[in-house]
T-cell receptor, first 113, second 118 residues
Framework: AQSVTQLGSHVSVSEGALVLLRCNYS??????LFWYVQYPNQGLQLLLKYTSAATLVKGINGFEAEFKKSETSFHLTKPSAHMRDAAEYFCAVSGGATNKLIFGTGTLLAVQP | GAVVSQHPSRVICKSGTSVKIECRSL??????MFWYRQFPKKSLMLMAT?????????EQGVEKDKFLINHASLTLSTLTVTSAHPEDSSFYICSARRPGTGDVNIQYFGAGTRLSVL
């Protein structure tokens, strides 16, 4: 069985500040991990993915995430927030025969001017 | 990049009518597509996995007679909400699996369909 926990349903940062969105996972098989972003009334856009290669993954829009097996974490970071980063962010895990995506409950990121 | 088109983006219908939502992979062939439902301020709930040329696999608790899925070609899957009722109002999102290199398959998402049943 697989699951994802996103700590903090709402995160607010100032423009230019560090963004840290937390994600912990549980998986009985080696996981694939993803971060998606969703803007209002839109579908999901893939930010980055971990696929058992490098543990530090760089994605689009300046985001990156580090896979830490010992902590079962895959936190998303960005050094400097922009107003356009305001959106909902979902962490997801997949793996095993079905490769279904299991999503966390999402974190709404607000960026204050 | 991989593009998935979903149509319509928004639909309003009367209770008791049926609504069809289309999901197309525009620049790749998708043997597998997925349908999700998203409630307000909630995460995505997988409804079913749609496989080209075969019956869809529904998740537990999803009524297959209520949510009909047809994956007739490698680029098109449709979700039909039959005899829609107000409780079916939701945001429906499709995704298509693009076979990639290595051992992971990435899902690319459509823009979603906002269904409102009056």
């Amino acid at each position: 069985a697989q699951s994802v926990t996103q700590l903090g349903s709402h995160v607010s940062v100032s423009e230019g500040a560090l963004v840290l969105l937390r994600c912990n996972y549980s998986s009985s098989v080696p996981p694939y991990l993803f971060w998606y972003v969703q803007y209002p009334n839109q579908g999901l856009q893939l930010l980055l993915k971990y696929t058992s290669a490098a543990t530090l993954v760089k994605g689009i829009n300046g985001f990156e995430a580090e896979f830490k097996k010992s902590e079962t974490s895959f936190h998303l970071t960005k050094p400097s927030a922009h107003m356009r980063d305001a959106a909902e962010y979902f962490c997801a895990v997949s793996g095993g025969a079905t490769n279904k995506l299991i999503f966390g409950t999402g974190t709404l990121l607000a960026v204050q001017p | 990049g991989a593009v998935v088109s979903q149509h319509p983006s928004r639909v309003i219908c009367k209770s008791g009518t049926s609504v069809k939502i289309e999901c197309r992979s525009l620049d790749f062939q998708a043997t597998t597509m997925f349908w999700y439902r998203q409630f307000p301020k909630k995460s995505l709930m997988l409804m079913a996995t749609s496989n080209e040329g075969s019956k869809a696999t529904y998740e537990q608790g999803v009524e297959k007679d209520k949510f009909l899925i047809n994956h007739a070609s490698l680029t098109l899957s449709t979700l039909t909400v039959t005899s829609a009722h107000p409780e079916d109002s939701s945001f429906y999102i499709c995704s298509a699996r693009r076979p990639g290199t290595g051992d992971v398959n990435i899902q690319y998402f459509g823009a979603g369909t906002r269904l409102s049943v009056l």
